[in-house]
T-cell receptor, first 114, second 112 residues
Framework: DVKVTQSSRYLVKRTGEKVFLECVQD?????MFWYRQDPGLGLRLIYF???????EKGDIPEGYSVSREKKERFSLILESASTNQTSMYLC?????????????FGPGTRLTVL | GEDVEQSLFLSVREGDSSVINCTYT??????LYWYKQEPGAGLQLLTY?????DMKQDQRLTVLLNKKDKHLSLRIADTQTGDSAIYFC????????????FGRGTSLIVHP
């Protein structure tokens, strides 16, 4: 079974703190993604990576950075957390086969910034 | 441009059929997917359909694809309280990017 794990299910941080969200996948997938999910807005892509040390901005990269030093691990960094970054964060991975592009998701991290 | 639209809410009684609808704009879509997100969890692929098919059935799930109208639907027969979740429609395209396009999700609420 493909497994995508995220370091925390729930996290509470203070405004201005640096926050690290970690994601690990065990299926040797090339592609990894970070989304945030807010009610009524669906999934919004923050960053994605299609290879080690490669990263691409998604739709809402402001206030975030990422790191992919190893193929199985993709980290999301909030340099200085703000209250508007309170959200559910979802990590996903995929290996595209032709145009079939199933994504495998982690359980999510619910981040609250006070 | 790429756009996938869904209604935000659907409420049904236990035992009834649920139909969740989705429209998309890109005619080069090759695969269309339905993901399910249970409360407090990540998304999980429920089923998918290839664009050269009209229908796909899998136990209580029926996916209908109308390519002419760019309309996708998911029918759940004999809906149970355990089907309460958010359902996301998504598409991926031939020659497209690594990223499928997701709709905003439909919250299905099943009443006893």
């Amino acid at each position: 079974d493909v497994k995508v794990t995220q370091s925390s299910r729930y996290l509470v941080k203070r405004t201005g703190e640096k926050v690290f969200l970690e994601c690990v996948q065990d299926m040797d997938h090339e592609n990894m993604f970070w989304y945030r999910q807010d009610p009524g807005l669906g999934l919004r892509l923050i960053y994605f990576s299609y290879d080690v040390k490669m990263k691409e901005k998604g739709d809402i990269p402001e206030g975030y950075s990422v790191s992919r030093e190893k193929k199985e691990r993709f980290s999301l960094i909030l340099e200085s957390a703000s209250t508007n970054q309170t959200s559910m964060y979802l990590c996903a991975s995929s290996n595209r086969v032709g145009s079939y592009n199933e994504q495998f998701f982690g359980p999510g991290t619910r981040l609250t910034v006070l | 441009g790429e756009d996938v639209e869904q209604s935000l809410f659907l409420s049904v009684r236990e035992g009834d059929s649920s139909v969740i609808n989705c429209t998309y704009t890109d005619s080069s879509s090759t695969y269309l997917y339905w993901y399910k997100q249970e409360p407090g969890a990540g998304l999980q692929l429920l089923t998918y359909i290839f664009s050269n098919m009209d229908m796909k059935q899998d136990q209580r799930l029926t996916v209908l694809l109308n390519k002419k109208d760019k309309h996708l639907s998911l029918r759940i027969a004999d809906t149970q309280t355990g089907d309460s979740a958010i359902y996301f429609c998504a598409e991926s395209m031939a020659g497209g990017s690594y990223i499928p396009t997701f709709g905003r999700g439909t919250s299905l609420i099943v009443h006893p």
